[in-house]
């Protein structure tokens, strides 16, 4: 099932949930795209791995909950502290 949003408007919301989702991996190296994979095989709703992307840049900015791991040939990827 894909998961229909308003990218602009829904904003906040995303990023609370692919938060919440992203915090419950703690010690994982995971980038945008596995993360959409993950979500998608155990919740059955598909999120834009770019969602995903930017939840995961705004851990390690932000908040410090990620550290940089790889780039990944593009799909950087962080360990979740």
Sequence with gaps: MKLTYDGYKD???IQ???HIFCQSRKGSVV???SMRVWFN??????IDHHE??????WMRESTK???YYSHNGGDTQ???K
């Excluded at 995903?52 to 840049?57: G, N, Q």
Aim: avoid cysteine; charged fraction near 20%.
């Design 52 to 57: 995903w992307a930017y939840t995961l840049d």
């Design 65 to 67: 909950e990620a550290d």
């Design 11 to 13: 904003h906040k919301y």
């Design 31 to 33: 980038s945008g795209m």
């Design 16 to 18: 609370s949930l692919t």
């Design 78 to 80: 962080y360990l979740i």
């Design 41 to 46: 095989q155990n919740y059955g709703m598909d």
